[in-house]
């Protein structure tokens, strides 16, 4: 059999399925294999070291299936571990050419086009606003944005458990949301800081004044990982491209075909992997 390069997929669980949609979907003639570390999630309340120690290892094992480029489709792991994997890690691996991303800075750089008022408000899990990554990338970007964090502590769960659509979560949706607009109601846009959280979107611009937008990451995610592709012919020309798919998940496989679709948008077929 032909060796196959694919690019690689990571997240906690189901979450950076969104961001693979619209990656596949603009660039489906790569091949991709995509890791749902299920079996230790959710990472948004561990600590900076533990979500290092998961994401290095979920990391080295792509870079052992062949993936010369791991996408961290989670913004937990992007902001907790992906700076040290790049400055510490990668350059004393056996293959130090090969490369990690994140989803943090490519929504930094674009986040200024959306706002007039230069007040953007950051939705996302404790651990990645606790981070204050959002905050330094945009304020790298964008000096004159000011940024408002609002921490959604259970919102991952009710997603990952199908609760999103009860009454419940309407409650608690409307409480964060009612959060951020009452510290700062100046603000023209809200980003979605967690990949989990566009399977909420419309709940989320219901319970927002209609001049707010709602800035999801995935087509920005995948149109960032384009040009870099553009940019980088000696990256490019590593991957292979059968347009083929293959998807593993550290808990149950079946469980996660079950729930997956929803995240994708198509149906799912993952294979178990002990790590």
Request: glycine share 6%; charged share 20%; with cysteine.
């Amino acid at each position: 059999m032909q060796a196959t390069h694919p690019i690689g997929v990571f997240d906690s669980g189901y979450g950076g399925l969104t961001v693979f949609k619209s990656i596949a979907d603009k660039l489906p003639q790569y091949d991709y294999i995509y890791l749902g570390d299920n079996g230790r999630a959710p990472y948004g309340n561990r600590s900076f070291e533990t979500v290092h120690e998961y994401t290095l290892e979920c990391v080295e094992w792509f870079f052992k299936m062949g993936c010369p480029l791991v996408v961290l489709a989670c913004n937990t792991a992007s902001a907790k571990a992906l700076r040290t994997i790049q400055q510490q890690d990668l350059p004393h691996m056996e293959d130090p050419s090969k490369r990690v991303l994140g989803v943090i800075r490519p929504t930094a750089e674009v986040i200024g086009n959306y706002t007039k008022t230069r007040h953007v408000g950051v939705l996302g899990t404790k651990g990645t606003i606790n981070s204050g990554s959002y905050e330094i990338e945009i304020s790298n970007q964008f000096p004159d944005i000011e940024v408002h964090q609002q921490a959604c502590p259970i919102w991952v769960p009710l997603i990952e458990n199908g609760e999103h659509n009860s009454e419940g979560a309407d409650f608690f949706i409307k409480k964060y949301l009612d959060e951020l607009i009452t510290k700062a109601p100046q603000i023209d846009t809200v980003l979605l800081a967690c990949t989990h959280y566009p399977i909420i979107i419309d709940k989320i611009k219901s319970h927002l004044p209609e001049n707010i937008k709602v800035v999801a990451q995935g087509d920005i995610v995948a149109d960032s990982l384009e040009h870099y592709l553009q940019r980088h012919s000696e990256m490019e020309s590593r991957l292979t491209k059968n347009s083929t798919m293959q998807f593993f998940t550290t808990d149950d496989a079946n469980d996660f075909n079950a729930h997956a679709s929803a995240f994708f948008g198509r149906p799912v077929q993952s294979n178990h992997l002990a790590i």
